[in-house]
C-alpha cells in the first residue's frame, strides 16, 4: 500500500524582498560591511593616494613637442590633415565670397524668397527683417563671416551626427560603443581640445570648424538613433510583412517616423554650433564671435550684445526656416501658390542674381554706412543701472548678491565640503550602487572606473568641487525645465510664447550674458552655476516638450474616456510613455552643464574649469588636457549614474 507524504508548503517571501532592486541593495549592504573596514583602515583619509596616481605631463608635453617639429615634414600631416585643411578653407572662402557677392539686398532677398517659398509670407518678413537688423548693427560683413563658417560647419555636424545615429539607432552594440564617444564628444570643453586642434591644424579656419563640428555633431546623433528606435513596431512589421527590405524599411519606414526627431536633431546642432562661435574666434574664426571676444576684453557689455544679437538672430532665422521646410507647414498663400517645387529654386536664384546685379549697377553692395544704429552705450548704461540697484539693498527681497551668498553657503559649500569629506574608496561604493541599481554590473563598472580615473590622474579634490557645482547646476535645470516644459507642452500658446526666448538663452554666446550675471551676482562659483543653468535649460525644456507631445493620443484618449483628470493624464499617462525622452532630458542637462564648467572657471568657479582656461592660455597641453579628461571622466560617470541600462529580453521570456 503506498504511503502519501505531504510536502512542507514553502513559506512565500514578502513582495519587496522578492525584487530584483531588493536583492540588489542587500547584496551592496554586505559588501559594503565587508569591505569598508578593510578600506578605512588601510586608507581612512578622503583625499586620493598619491601612490595610485600617474603623472602624464611629460609624455603629453612629448607629444606636443613631436606635432610642433614634424607639422610642416610628416605625410600624415602633409597628405591628411593638410587636405581636411584645405578642403574646409576652400569651402569656407567659397560660401563667404558667394555672400558678398550677392550684397546686402542680394542675400536678404534670397532668405526671404526661401522662407516665403517653405512657409508663407510671415516667415519671409521675419527673415527679412533678421537680416537688416543684423546691418542695422554694424554688423553686416561679420555676420557674413560667421554665417559661411557655420554653413560649413552645420553641414558637417550634420552629416557625421546623422551618420552616428543611423549606426547607433540600428544596432544595440554599436549603441553602447557609441554612448561614451559622444559623451567624450560633448562633454569635453572647447578650450580642453582647441589647443590639440591648433597644434595638428594652426590658429584659423579649419580649426574652428572642426572643433565646432566636435561640439555640434552629438545632439545629432542622439536624436537620430532616438528617433530610430522609437519608431512605432507596428508599422515596422506591417512594412516587413510586406516584403521589404531592411534598406527599404529604413528609408520608407523608420526615417520617415523619425521626422520630428531629425528636425529636432537639426534645430539643436544649429543652436549648439553658434554657441561655439565665440569660443571659435579664440583660434582665428573671426566674424561675429571675434567682436564678441574684443568687446568683452575691454568689458564692453554693450559692444559685445550688439555682435551677440546677430548669432541669435541667424540661430533664429534658421531654425525657423529649416524647421518649415521639413514639416511642410506654412499659410494659405503658401499652399496654394502655382509655382511648382522643380522651378522654385531656380526663380529664388533668378531674383537674388537679378537683385544682386541691380545692386552693383547701383554701387550698394556694401552696407550703408549712414544706415547703423548704436545700442552700446544705452545698453553699458542699463548695466550700470542693474548693478547699481539689484545688486544689494534691495527691500524685503535683498539683492542678487545676497541670493548668491546664500546658494554658496546653504548648497555648494555643504555638498562640495561632503564629498571631499567622504573617503575616496566611500564615493567609488556610492558611484557602483547607484549605477547599478538602475543598470547592470557592467554599467557599474563603467561608472567606477571612469570615477577612478579622475583620481589616477591626480585630480580628486578639484573634481569633487566640480562634481559640487554640477549636481547644483544639474538639479536647478531639472526643476525648472521639467516645469516649464510640462507647460508648454500642455499649451500651444505658452510654446509659442517660449520659443524665442529659447533660441535668445541658447544660441546668445556665454560670453555675453557672463558679463550682467557676474554684475549681478558677483565673482564665484553662484554665477558659475547661473551661467550653466541658462545654458543647458533650453535643450531640456525643448526634449521634455517634445517628448510629452509625441505621446500616443490613443492612449490619451483612453484615459480621458475613463475619467482621468488632466494630472492623472499627465502622471499616469504622458511622463511613464515619455521616459526615453525625459532620460534623453536628463543626459543632455548634464552634459550641457559640464560643457560650461570652463565658463564657470573664468568667473570664480575654480576646480577643473579653471585648469582647462590655464591650460590653454599658457600652452600647457598636460595642465589643459588632464583637467579635460578629468570632466569626461565626470561627465560618463554621471551619464551612466542617471541613465538606466536595459536589458535585452530572453527568448521565451
Known sequence: MATVTATAPRTALPGFLRSRATAKLLTLAAVAAL??????????????????????????????????????????????????SNAVVLLVRAVYLTLLAAGWAGVTAFGALVAWRVAGVRLAAGTAAALLACGALGMWVPTMQTLALMVVAVLASVAVGAL????????????????????TMQVLPAFAYLLPVVLVFGIGVPAAVLATVVYAAPPMARLTALGLRGADPEVLEAVESLGATRRQRLLTARIPLARKELLLGLNQTIMMALSMAVIASVIGAGGLGDRVYQALASVDVGAALAAGIPIVLLAVVLDRVT??????????????????????????????????????????????????????????????????????????????????????????????????????????????????????????????????????????????????????????????????????????????????????????????????????????????????????????????????????????ESARSLGAT???????????????????????????????????????????GYDVAFGLAQGDLATGLVAGAAIVCLGLMLDRVTQPTRRSAKKGA
Not at 42 to 57: E, I, K, M, Q, Y
Not at 165 to 173: F, K, Q, Y
Not at 572 to 586: D, E, K, N
Open 35 to 84: 569591505l569598508a573596514p578593510l578600506l578605512n583602515a588601510r586608507w581612512g583619509s578622503g583625499s586620493w593616494p598619491h601612490a595610485l596616481t600617474v603623472d602624464l605631463s611629460k609624455p603629453l608635453a612629448s607629444a606636443s613637442d613631436w606635432v610642433i617639429d614634424n607639422r610642416d615634414s610628416h605625410p600624415l600631416f602633409l597628405y591628411f590633415f593638410g587636405y581636411i
Open 164 to 183: 552616428l545615429g543611423l549606426a547607433a539607432g540600428l544596432s544595440d552594440r554599436l549603441d553602447r560603443a557609441l554612448r561614451p564617444v559622444l559623451d
Open 323 to 556: 524647421a518649415a521646410a521639413g514639416s511642410g507647414t506654412g499659410d494659405a498663400g503658401t499652399r496654394h501658390r502655382t509655382i511648382g517645387r522643380p522651378y522654385a529654386l531656380a526663380v529664388t536664384l533668378g531674383v537674388t542674381v537679378a537683385v544682386a546685379l541691380a545692386t552693383r549697377l547701383l554701387g550698394a553692395l556694401e552696407w550703408p554706412s549712414g544706415a547703423t544704429l548704436d545700442i552700446a552705450e544705452p545698453v553699458n548704461r542699463a548695466v550700470d543701472w542693474m548693478t547699481a540697484h539689484l545688486y544689494s539693498g534691495v527691500p524685503v527681497v535683498g539683492g542678487t548678491a545676497d541670493w548668491a551668498g546664500h546658494f554658496t553657503t546653504w548648497v555648494l559649500d555643504p555638498v562640495r565640503d561632503g564629498l571631499q569629506w567622504l573617503p575616496w574608496w566611500s564615493v567609488l561604493l556610492v558611484v557602483a550602487a547607484l549605477s547599478w541599481l538602475i543598470g547592470t554590473w557592467r554599467t557599474a563598472l563603467t561608472a567606477v572606473l571612469a570615477m577612478a580615473a579622475i583620481g589616477v590622474l591626480g585630480v580628486w579634490e578639484p573634481s569633487l568641487d566640480t562634481l559640487s557645482q554640477v549636481m547644483a547646476a544639474v538639479a536647478v535645470t531639472l526643476v525648472l525645465g521639467f516645469a516649464t516644459g510640462i507647460a508648454a507642452a500642455r499649451s500651444d500658446r505658452v510654446e509659442r510664447a517660449l520659443r524665442p526666448v529659447l533660441d535668445v538663452c541658447q544660441t546668445m554666446p556665454q560670453f555675453v550674458y557672463l558679463i550682467p550675471v557676474v554684475a549681478l551676482f558677483g565673482v564665484g562659483r553662484a554665477p558659475a552655476v547661473a551661467a550653466a543653468v541658462v545654458y543647458a535649460l533650453p535643450a531640456v525644456v525643448r526634449i521634455t516638450t517634445q517628448g510629452l507631445r509625441q505621446v500616443d493620443q490613443a492612449a490619451l
Open 566 to 608: 488632466g494630472r492623472q493624464q499627465l502622471w499616469q499617462v504622458q511622463i511613464p510613455l515619455a521616459r526615453r525622452a525625459l532620460l534623453l532630458a536628463v543626459n543632455q542637462g548634464v552634459v550641457l552643464v559640464l560643457a560650461v564648467v570652463i565658463i564657470g572657471g573664468l568667473v570664480g568657479g575654480g576646480a577643473l
